[in-house]
């Protein structure tokens, strides 16, 4: 019983903090989400400006148009795209068509397997947040057609087998928690993450590689997506930190403890009448003195 209290004393105390927690967070969730979206108020076109300083003032790479990109880069500012041309000898260009086509069939699946993520959900924040990403992700397909355009390439997949076994995963967890618990909603946003922080790797290593082959178009339309998937991991935390986590830390501990104390007072209870009921017994049978 003691325990019990102490367990509910502590959860009291660790809502309280989270809530105050959550509310100082309010600010930086809204200012989060003002950066989604094609107009995001953090411009992709400056971390790319960024990375692209020291083309500026590097030698450009010695081939047949060097002279007439260097004239271009001294015109705008930036370095002249080059030509996309993957095939037999162009090893990283064949390499990032390769991942661009790994990452289109990634998000194609995400967007099959979020309603099932949906749907399992105990709580309306997070049940909100899946529906979010599940348009933002379709905007991602879009926006990964549009670089396959760029580079004036056929938009199909590869089958991602690393996708494959985060969405396997995903459906396992939801099979194996109980349905309408804090606990669930926990392992969904851990499963969440776990595809967000691949599809980071990926956007963030093709950003890289368009702007060292000169696909500048190329690289800011991914840059968007990777700033979006970023935002959207950041808002995962602050969901699983602020509430869902520390309610499901005490899920069905009370419930266990409370029903052992209510055990354990019907059991002494019994013991106690059932020693009244002795005594008198004991008393009727004593003979009496003649």
Same mark, same amino acid.
């Given at each position: ?46 971390? *790319? %400006? ?15 148009? &060097? !002279?007439? #990109?260097? =004239? ?90 690393? *996708? %494959? ?15 309408? &618990? !804090?606990? #669930?909603? =926990? ?104």
């Amino acid at each position: 019983m003691k325990q019990a209290s102490t367990a509910r004393r502590t959860s009291g105390q660790k809502s309280k903090n989270t809530t105050q927690k959550k509310q100082s967070n309010a600010g930086s969730r809204q200012a989060n989400s003002g950066r989604s979206g094609d107009g995001n108020s953090r411009s992709g076109s400056s971390r *790319i %400006e960024a990375r692209m300083q020291h083309e500026r003032t590097a030698n450009m790479r010695p081939t047949s148009g &060097t !002279m007439e #990109r260097s =004239a271009s880069a001294s015109r705008s500012g930036r370095p002249a795209a080059n030509r996309f041309q993957p095939g037999n000898g162009q090893y990283l260009e064949n390499f990032f068509l390769d991942q661009l086509k790994d990452i289109y069939y990634a998000e194609q699946k995400i967007v099959q397997s979020l309603p099932k993520m949906i749907e399992a959900t105990t709580t309306d924040e997070l049940r909100e947040a899946f529906e979010d990403h599940l348009h933002q992700t379709q905007r991602h397909v879009r926006r990964l057609e549009k670089v396959f355009e760029a580079l004036g390439q056929k938009a199909e997949g590869k089958k991602c087998e690393a *996708i %494959e076994g985060i969405v396997r995963e995903a459906e396992q967890i939801i099979k194996e928690t109980e349905q309408n &618990t !804090m606990t #669930r909603d =926990a392992a969904l946003i851990m499963a969440a993450q776990k595809v967000e922080h691949y599809e980071i790797a990926s956007y963030g290593g093709l950003v890289q590689l368009a702007i060292t082959m000169g696909q500048y178009e190329a690289a800011e339309i991914l840059d968007k997506t990777l700033m979006e998937e970023e935002d959207t991991d950041l808002l995962l935390t602050e969901i699983a930190e602020c509430e869902i986590n520390v309610m499901a830390e005490f899920e069905g501990s009370n419930a266990g403890e409370e029903g052992g104390e209510s055990e354990e007072e019907e059991e002494g209870s019994w013991d106690e009448d059932e020693d009244k009921g002795a005594r008198r017994m004991q008393k009727n049978d004593t003979p009496e003195e003649g």
